[in-house]
């Protein structure tokens, strides 16, 4: 990215680095709902998404012309037929043969296609996402580094009868939590505590390999996002995640929305899960791997206690919320520094100076965002959906389009929210599917981490702007299958 590659000396400096960028730089994936609003920091920073949440209005969104395809089973699918189709190389090529790619999710098929255009992957290897990634594997980091999960142990289970004598040697009780090595969105939670309910999830339990059999806390989720360097750990605020709301996710444990706000916890839990994430953060330095990640944390509500949930080795559903904090308009986005990492620029910054600053309170703002989906087991064919933009609801509850665009700030008060469309009308809507996001000034949850009669609202209001046709399974077969993994 620089010939010179002069040494950046403090924030000024990287700020005015990325002004002045003239290597393009893409981010392709489903949509561009990760790093939304990323483009307005990068000079020549592009997205290349497969599904038009704007309808042609960003200016830097680039969505090619659909052609046939397989039926997609992952996100990756979708990168990989985003980077073979025409005209997304036609526009890389007549841009810079040199281009940089980021990722929500690829594979090594996606590497090998990124080389072929003459690019560079700014992330890790998908090889070493992918052993990081599983959940065992981040229980044994967590250990190297010193920061604890949930008491558990790893097993393989082939019966329920493997399941309790596992946990009875653990000492784990009976009341229990199962997570398998991948999945997101509680797709692979589990909560057992009864043949019955082993039963239910057998199949998706035995001959999975090792197991994360855990013992139920009552905990209170949450999520940090940080930034691997070579100079150290930073690492952005805690936010409170939304998880299995049913007017929101039809998933048990499913994540479904995060606020950040300053009092959100304790100063001692905040400082304690900055800590365990710069140490996790160090020890993956270790294991070879660099950039952003995001870390759960589990508190335990009774203790305080606070566990290590799991890794995600990659930008997330919450990075939006990370970057556009007040402290990333004071600084300067926490991806920022991932793509400072990958440019091979030298810089040197005080990262505990940065991280301090950061973590105090008055460079905390207070929003909050709802992932709603489909929650209902039915097939149909929406012929309205609501448009992306600003909303604002009425006194009376009900909500109402007001006006178009794309930044989230442009929210002004907890009367409006920014809506992230997902599905529009023509498309298809199954159990599970990603209708759209809603953004919004203040808290969604209350004290006791219930939802606010404000949320319901919008929820409600939201979903009251879907239309749609009835259709059998039989129908959509040909041309439809429920895909096993999320967008976002």
């Not at 990989?80 to 997304?88: A, P, R, S």
């Not at 040697?169 to 997101?184: C, I, R």
Request: charged share 25%; aromatic share 12%; hydrophobic share 40%.
């Amino acid at each position: 990215m620089s010939s010179k590659r002069k040494k950046l000396k403090n924030m000024s400096e990287i700020r005015r680095f990325f002004h002045r960028n003239e290597t393009p730089i893409y981010f392709v994936s489903a949509t561009n709902f990760n790093l939304l609003g990323l483009d307005e920091w990068v000079r020549n920073f592009k997205y290349i998404n497969y599904i038009d949440c704007f309808d042609g209005r960003h200016p830097n969104v680039f969505v090619p012309s659909n052609q046939p395809h397989e039926e997609f089973q992952s996100i990756e699918d979708i990168n990989n037929y985003l980077l073979q189709h025409k005209e997304v190389m036609d526009r890389i090529r007549a841009r810079d043969s040199e281009a940089k790619f980021v990722f929500l999710m690829f594979d090594e098929e996606t590497e090998k296609l990124v080389e072929e255009i003459g690019g560079e992957v700014w992330f890790p290897k998908a090889q070493l996402r992918n052993r990081v990634d599983n959940k065992i594997e981040t229980v044994r980091i967590g250990n190297k580094a010193g920061v604890p999960s949930v008491p558990n142990t790893l097993a393989v289970i082939n019966s329920y009868e493997d399941l309790a004598a596992a946990a009875s040697e653990a000492g784990l009780g009976k009341d229990l939590v199962l997570q398998s090595a991948f999945g997101d969105s509680g797709h692979t939670t589990f909560f057992i505590k009864s043949r019955k309910d082993f039963e239910r999830h057998q199949h998706e339990i035995i001959g999975q390999g090792e197991i994360k059999v855990m013992k139920r806390i009552n905990c209170r989720g949450a999520a940090i996002e940080a930034c691997a360097t070579k100079h150290g750990t930073i690492v952005g605020p805690m936010m409170t995640e939304l998880v299995g709301f049913p007017e929101l996710t039809p998933y048990r444990g499913g994540w479904c929305g995060n606020e950040i706000f300053a009092g959100a916890f304790s100063r001692k839990v905040r400082d304690k899960a900055r800590d365990y994430t710069a140490k996790f953060g160090k020890q993956l330095v270790k294991e070879g791997y660099r950039g952003y990640f995001e870390l759960d944390f589990l508190i335990d509500q009774k203790t305080k206690d606070i566990y290590l949930g799991e890794l995600n080795p990659r930008i997330t559903g919450a990075s939006s919320m990370t970057n556009h904090a007040a402290f990333a308009h004071a600084d300067a986005p926490l991806f920022l520094f991932h793509l400072l990492e990958f440019s091979g620029v030298p810089f040197a910054l005080d990262i505990d100076e940065l991280n301090e600053r950061w973590s105090d309170p008055q460079n905390i703002d207070s929003w909050s965002q709802l992932v709603i989906k489909h929650t209902e087991d039915s097939l149909d064919i929406l012929t309205a959906a609501p448009e992306s933009g600003i909303w604002k609801m009425a006194e009376d509850g009900t909500v109402s389009f007001n006006r178009f665009d794309y930044h989230r700030r442009a929210v002004e008060s907890e009367s409006e929210a920014f809506f992230l469309r997902i599905l529009k009308p023509g498309d298809y809507r199954y159990e599970g599917a990603d209708l759209g996001i809603l953004v919004t000034r203040g808290r969604l949850m209350d004290d006791k981490f219930k939802l606010t009669e404000q949320a319901k609202k919008w929820i409600h209001g939201i979903r009251a702007h879907y239309a749609s046709v009835p259709l059998t399974s039989a129908e959509a077969k040909p041309v439809i299958s429920e895909p096993g993994f999320k967008l976002l």
